[in-house]
Each structure stands twice: as C-alpha cells, then as structure tokens.
C-alpha cells in the first residue's frame, strides 16, 4: 500500500516564527489532505491539496504530484497553532495518515 | 463540510465490557468511516460503514470485536466489544460528503478501559 512519511516529528518554535512540514509519500494520489489535531483531539481540515498550491490566512500548502511530496507552511506561529499535523494521502482504496509532526509553539 | 456529533464524548469502562459509539451527520453523506487513534499515534481505519449491509473491514479488525450498522445516510455506530485496556485509544467516525472530496472528522470519542 501508500506509504507517507513526515517530517519533522517533533517542532518547537517561538511565537512568532515560521514553520515548514513536509510530507512524501510512496506512489501517485488522488487524494491530498492536511490537518491540526488541536490539543483536545479535534481534527480540522485545513488543505484539500492533491496538487499546486493553495492560501488560507497565515497558512499554505504545496504539492506537487509528479515528486510525490507536499509542503506546509506556517508563517507567523501563534500559540493555538500547537497540536499535531496530520498529512493523509488516498490513491485508489482508502485514505492513509502519515506519523503527524507534533508542533509546540512557546509563548 | 459536515458538522458530525459522536456520543459519547468521553467513557471510561471496565475490561470485558462493550461499549457502542453514535456517529451522526447533518447531512448525506457517500461513505462513513471509522478511525482508531491510541495514544500519541497516528489514525488507523477500522473499517467502512456500507448503508444496509455489513461493514467493510480493515486487515487486523474483525466484525466480533468491533461490530458496525449504519441504517441509514446519516447515522452509524460503533461497538467496542469485550473491551481490555488495549483498547484505549480515541475512536473517530469520519465522513465523505456528496460533491465534495475531502473527508472530515467528528470531536472523536475517548475511551478509556481499566
């Protein structure tokens, strides 16, 4: 099956500074999705991202397909961007979850 | 996007006991699925709730252990059945809306089992 590996697993940062993720993963998708699991458990979609770039806020996300990784980026890190995000990719069956990157942001 | 409810939202139980988890939806939905989460690991899935026929399970998870029903589009459950403490972990329903291609999470449910 699809393999996804990220990476860092583990980042600590100050408020204030900026931050890159990065997901790889083993074969083609069709399917692309980051999220922040908060602190309480909760997921939240923040990209649906199978290709090229997008912008939300202080967050954007970049994939591309054809070398099989994607990039995060957080700029300008407030304390609530703490939790673990997830990077979980589909290609033909089910959708599967990278090891997350745990993000500490230290006031 | 979907705004899904999960009850209970937090249990603690004995072992040897089951437990059932509610999933519903707001609206309908292609596909439900469930997710297994044990502390500080990544999301797994169980299996595929299929309306008005038995689940779609993953390698590693059986119908004994972890019976599914979804009688409907939006609505499904979950048994955690003869529960040991190996079985603490955040269990989450996540669904695929019509028209849409992301998946989407509920607020999970954790169980603890001592």
């Known amino acids: 099956g699809i393999q996804v590996e990220q990476s860092p697993p583990d980042l600590i940062l100050q408020e204030g500074a900026n931050s890159t993720l990065r997901c790889n993963f083993s074969?083609?998708?069709?399917?692309l999705q980051w999220f922040h699991q908060n602190p309480w458990g909760q997921l939240i979609n923040l990209f649906y991202?199978?290709?090229g770039t997008k912008q939300n806020g202080r967050l954007s996300a970049t994939t591309v397909a054809t070398e099989r990784y994607s990039l995060l980026y957080i700029s300008s890190s407030q304390t609530t961007d703490s939790g673990v995000y997830f990077c979980?990719?589909?290609?033909?069956?089910?959708?599967?979850f990278g090891q997350g990157t745990r993000l500490t942001i230290n006031p | 996007s979907a705004v899904i409810s999960q009850k209970p939202s937090r249990d603690i139980c004995q072992r040897g006991t089951s437990l059932t988890i509610q999933c519903q939806v707001d609206?309908?939905?292609?596909?439900m699925f469930w997710y297994r989460q044990q502390p500080g690991q990544s999301l797994t899935l169980i299996a595929t709730?299929?309306?008005?026929?038995?689940?779609?399970?993953e390698s590693g998870f059986v119908i004994d252990k972890f019976p599914i029903s979804r009688p409907n589009l939006t609505f499904s459950t979950l048994t955690v059945s003869n529960m040991s403490p190996e079985d603490s972990s955040i269990y989450l329903c996540?669904?695929?809306?019509?028209?849409?291609?992301?998946?989407?999470f509920g607020p999970g449910t954790r169980l603890t089992v001592t």
């Open positions: 991202i199978p290709s």
């Open positions: 609206s309908q939905v292609t596909m």
């Open positions: 979980a990719v589909q290609g033909a069956q089910k959708l599967v």
């Open positions: 709730a299929n309306q008005g026929s038995e689940a779609t399970y």
């Open positions: 074969d083609s998708v069709n399917n």
């Open positions: 996540s669904v695929v809306v019509w028209g849409v291609y992301e998946q989407y």
